[in-house]
Every structure is written in structure tokens, then in C-alpha cells.
């Protein structure tokens, strides 16, 4: 089966930053586009960023210039740099892959970006 365990998360100041990690199991890692999507308070999930197997990357524009993400094949993981948060990043970050015909969830790690 496959899993995506996420971790990472924390409360963190504006201003600062937050490197998350998302370790994969049970897919053939480097053929699949990783994502990461954002459930804010009360908020609908969103994707936050993707990165092909290729390496293209596409992100939200709100995050664009903070955040990176970057995937490292041989640890079966992808990251989300997350640097100069705002309180507008807070939430649920989940890691995500489309793969054997469907998706598939981590099961979150939450950032607070607070005062």
C-alpha cells in the first residue's frame, strides 16, 4: 500500500522558517509528481506546491519567493522549504501523490505561524 508520512510542522513566528518532509512508501517514487497542499482554518485544502519527476516545480502565488520545494529520490522524500511565514501560512500541510489510479494522503503535520 502506499503511505506519506509528513513531518516538519511547529509554531513558528512570523518571519521565520520551517523545512517539511514527507517520506513515501509503496509507490515507485521518482516517476511521480509530489505535491503539497495547505488546509487553513476553515479553509478548503489547496495545492501549495509541486514538483515533477522531472524537477519542474509550480507553486501558488502567494508563496512563490518563500517557498521551495525539492525532492530527494533515493529517500523516497519531498520537502517544502518554507521560509519568511506568515500568519496566513498557518494549517494543516499534507503531502500528496496521484498514483494507481487515485490519490493519496499523508497525514498532516500542522504549522502555526503566530506572534
Known amino acids: 500500500q502506499v503511505q506519506l508520512v509528513e513531518s516538519g510542522g511547529d509554531l513558528v513566528q512570523p518571519g521565520g522558517s520551517l523545512r517539511l518532509s514527507c517520506k513515501a512508501s509503496?509507490?515507485?517514487?521518482?516517476?511521480?509528481?509530489m505535491t503539497w497542499y495547505l488546509q487553513a482554518p476553515g479553509k478548503q485544502r489547496e495545492l501549495v506546491a509541486s514538483?515533477?519527476?522531472?524537477?519542474?516545480?509550480n507553486y501558488l502565488d502567494s508563496v512563490k519567493g518563500r517557498f521551495t520545494i525539492s525532492r530527494v529520490n533515493a529517500r523516497r522524500t519531498v520537502y517544502l522549504q518554507m521560509n519568511n511565514l506568515e500568519p496566513e501560512d498557518t494549517g494543516v500541510y499534507y503531502c500528496?501523490?496521484?498514483?494507481?489510479?487515485?490519490?493519496?494522503w499523508g497525514q498532516g503535520t500542522q504549522v502555526t505561524v503566530s506572534s
Open positions: 500528496n501523490v496521484n498514483a494507481r489510479g487515485r490519490e493519496w
Open positions: 509503496g509507490i515507485n517514487f521518482s516517476i511521480y509528481t
Open positions: 514538483i515533477t519527476s522531472s524537477g519542474s516545480t
